[in-house]
């Protein structure tokens, strides 16, 4: 199975901040990598996939990059909107599988 | 807009079975892949199992395989999950998921999810 490690596991930042998550997959995902969003009580809530592609009516303050085994997500400019748990996970083959999470709080 | 809505949840004994489902609307069914995942606080998120649109299709988590079942009716726009020989450890929020794209496509991304069902596994 791919394993999929992220960092930090916690992260505390103020509105307006830039906010960067590492997602690291144990072998190549083939760029084969989406990021969620997750709020208390909420099912995630895809953000990008394909590494970097935007999923249609996400804000444009976030992005997606990286190919292989390294990926990051990035918030240009934190909201009050953007606190909570994200996620990274691979799909390029069976088993798919997450990370463990990041939750980005209010400093 | 697409709706997945699951049901079937609730607390049973270690051994017993107990079955999920997953009401779906909004997309023609017949068209897209499904998915269960799983969420605890301890574990996070786990992928569970996958059918494709035709139902000829099925993989599954090792710490499933076997006890899991996973099935789809069309004609009710209903996707199920078959729990049998259930564990302490199968205890978790059970959440369906869409595949992003249709037909035979190799590599979709879950794109919709229901708000779970929770699951607790317990004498």
């Known amino acids: 199975d791919i394993q999929m490690t992220q960092s930090p596991a916690t992260l505390s930042a103020s509105v307006g901040d830039r906010v960067t998550i590492t997602c690291r997959a144990s072998q190549s995902v083939s760029g084969y990598l989406a990021w969620f969003q997750q709020k208390p009580g909420k099912a995630p809530k895809l953000l990008i996939y394909?590494?970097?592609s935007l999923e249609g009516g996400v804000p444009s303050r976030f992005s997606g990059s990286g190919s292989g085994t390294e990926f990051t997500l990035t918030i240009s400019s934190l909201q009050p909107d953007d606190f909570a748990t994200y996620f990274c996970q691979h799909y390029d083959s069976y088993p798919w599988t997450f990370g463990q999470g990041t939750k980005v709080e209010i400093k | 807009q697409v709706q997945l809505v699951e049901s079937g949840g609730g607390v049973v004994q270690p051994g017993r079975s107990l079955r999920l489902s997953c009401a779906v609307s909004g997309f023609t069914f017949s068209d897209y892949g499904m998915h269960w995942v799983r969420q605890t606080a301890d574990t996070g998120l786990e992928w569970v199992a996958v059918?494709?649109?035709?139902?000829?299709?099925?993989f599954y988590a090792d710490s499933v395989k076997g006890r899991f079942t996973i099935s789809r009716d069309t004609s009710m726009n209903m996707l199920y999950l078959q729990m049998n020989d259930l564990r302490t450890d199968d205890t978790a929020i059970y959440y369906c998921?869409?595949?992003?794209?249709?037909?035979?496509?190799?590599?979709?991304?879950?794109?919709?999810w229901g708000q779970g069902t929770l699951v607790t596994v317990s004498s």
């Open positions: 998921a869409k595949k992003s794209c249709g037909g035979e496509c190799s590599h979709g991304y879950f794109d919709y």
């Open positions: 394909k590494a970097s």
């Open positions: 059918i494709s649109n035709d139902g000829s299709v099925k």
